[in-house]
């Protein structure tokens, strides 16, 4: 049951609702109502806010109580939902604009991108945007750091491959940075999803609903994005895990195999991609994200192996994760085996180890502990190293990668940053070093006109090379103003102002040297001059 709190409301068909959902922090919501309300109004009825506190006990319901608007709404839950998640699921039905923008209560909105939201929205041309936004400390500074690197202003792509691109449990999975189309999600069953996922719910319910559709990468931010202290966030997730009884670190490795096989099996990702993710650090570099699941995974085996209880793990629910995990990635085997092993309490493990077994090598021989092991592991197998998304090909000097906007070729004559390169939404499309196309044929004939070119650039600096040791050696070859050896003109002219054996000879040298086309007009040159003699 919910009671809707809305005396001064009007009727309005608006384009956007900017939802808020809430817990707790009467303080945040008030403030942020405060600087959210008058921006609302500005813009006539084309956008709503509607408030869903989840039965908060500070003080929330007060607080809201005291603003006043017709283009606001404030819905106060007469029962406490679990989640965040859930509070979102059930408030989506109460709004009213073709649009939802879920909007955390503690971020800060920028109002020149709200601007640039409305007329994209406008459009009717987009069904899911995501803003590249900024992160701000719990202090309200600038960070520096933005959610992804790209290029380009505006970037359209398939959703699951731009989702991937931006991060499932990061970019993506972020609240306040997204507007998404009311329709679709209001069609996706979320009941079904949180069957088989509480944590990251949202992120399942997102790639069902809007299957099939395009999604929108603006490189603006839409809010500025609360950075939260990564201990506090861990404890609260801990006691999510208490509270259901389930390991401290479900959510991160059992639960994201259930969240993946579901959604495997409703078609909205494939193997192929799960086994390329990678997910966004705050300083802008990425890991990949199965490298996280497994680190996490050994963390819980430690605790099944030092507590048991809660956080121990069922010997046939780990067999059963490890033979999900190889099945997208067989590399991962030897450290899976470690941690079936060190999952074991000390009485469980093999009592006849020889010097060559692995709890025999673990305990006895490696100096640095497992965990510091992971950690090096999810550090070194960065996107470049990825066997999944590394590279698939080589022709002359370009090496070959699959990328999510298609495919791309480096020079490894030119310097370039590849790994952030691989991290990009998009290409910079002045850049040299990077050749981009959708398909391997199409990026092929670019990277055989980038050869051309080069061959045609030596050709015109050896050129230019031994026109001006010819004219150290004797006369100038033309009189009057000196042109550019990289004017197929000016070299035919050239060419006719010798005589006519000199321009054969110096035609039949550089065709020696390589200089095949520059040469053939030298020797053209001369053909011509005798030709005309004649």
């Known amino acids: 049951m919910v009671g809707v709190e809305s005396p001064f409301e009007i009727k309005i068909d608006p384009l956007l609702t900017i939802l808020v959902p809430t817990y707790n922090r009467a303080a945040r919501v008030k403030t942020l109502l405060g600087y959210l309300l008058p921006l609302v109004e500005s813009y006539s009825g084309r956008i709503e806010i509607v408030v869903s506190n989840n ?12 603003f006043r608007s017709p283009f606001l709404r404030v819905v106060n839950r007469d029962v406490h939902l679990p989640t965040a998640e859930e509070n979102i699921f059930n408030s989506i ?32 041309a987009h069904d899911f945007v995501v803003f590249n936004s900024q992160f701000i400390d719990d202090e309200g500074k600038l960070t520096g750091g933005w959610l992804v690197h790209m290029h380009g202003d505006v970037v359209v792509q398939d959703f699951v491959k731009g989702a991937c691109a931006l991060g499932l449990t990061s970019c993506f999975a972020g609240i306040s940075n997204a507007i998404q189309r009311r329709e679709y999600l209001l069609a ?57 009884n389930v390991p401290d670190f479900h959510f991160w490795t059992f639960g994201t195999m259930h969240l993946f096989r579901y959604l495997e099996d409703r078609g909205a990702i494939a193997k192929r991609e799960i086994a390329s993710l990678s997910e966004v650090q705050r300083d802008g570099k990425r890991f990949r994200l199965l490298d996280n699941v497994v680190g996490m995974l050994y963390q819980q085996a430690m605790l099944s192996s030092t507590e048991g209880g809660r956080n121990g793990i069922n010997p046939r629910q780990l067999e059963e994760f490890c033979d999900w995990l190889l099945s997208i990635d067989p590399s991962y085997f030897e450290l899976l085996e470690i941690i079936k092993e060190s999952s074991l309490p000390a009485s469980g493990r093999s009592k006849k180890q020889s010097r060559h077994s692995i709890p025999y090598l673990l305990e006895k021989e490696r100096p640095i502990k497992l965990a510091d092991a992971f950690d090096r592991l999810r550090a070194g197998r960065l996107v470049s190293n990825n066997p999944m998304i590394g590279v698939i090909g080589r022709f002359s000097h370009f090496l070959i990668y699959k990328h999510t906007s298609g495919f791309i070729a480096f020079n490894e004559r030119l310097s370039v940053d590849r790994q952030k390169c691989l991290t990009s939404i998009d290409f910079d499309p002045a850049d040299p070093s990077v050749l981009c196309a959708k398909s391997q044929p199409e990026l092929r004939v670019l990277i055989d006109l980038e050869i051309e070119r080069e061959r045609a650039r030596e ?40 005589p006519a054996h ?33």
């Open 502 to 534: 000199v321009s054969l000879e110096i035609g039949k040298l550089l065709c020696t040297f390589g200089l095949k086309r520059v040469g053939a007009r030298f020797y053209n040159a001369g053909l011509d001059r005798i030709s005309a003699q004649t």
């Open 93 to 124: 039905g109460l709004c009213r604009g073709e649009y939802v923008w879920i909007h955390g209560d503690d971020d800060i909105a920028n109002p020149d991108t709200i601007d640039f939201a409305i007329e994209l929205l406008e459009s009717k």
């Open 459 to 498: 050709e015109e600096t050896l050129l230019d090379e031994f026109l001006t040791n010819r004219q150290r050696q004797s006369a100038p070859l033309v009189e009057g103003p000196v042109g550019s050896s990289r004017d197929p003109e000016y070299v035919s002219a050239v060419g006719l102002k010798l």
């Open 55 to 66: 039965k908060s006990t500070d003080g929330t319901k007060s607080a809201l109580s005291n």
């Open 188 to 244: 996706t069953d979320w009941h079904e999803i949180l069957d088989h996922a509480i944590i990251y719910a949202h992120v399942a319910w997102r790639l069902l609903a809007f299957k099939g559709k395009k999604i929108t990468i603006v490189n603006r931010p839409l809010v500025h994005y609360r950075v939260h202290n990564d201990a506090a966030l861990g404890e609260h997730f801990r006691k999510v895990a208490e509270r259901i």
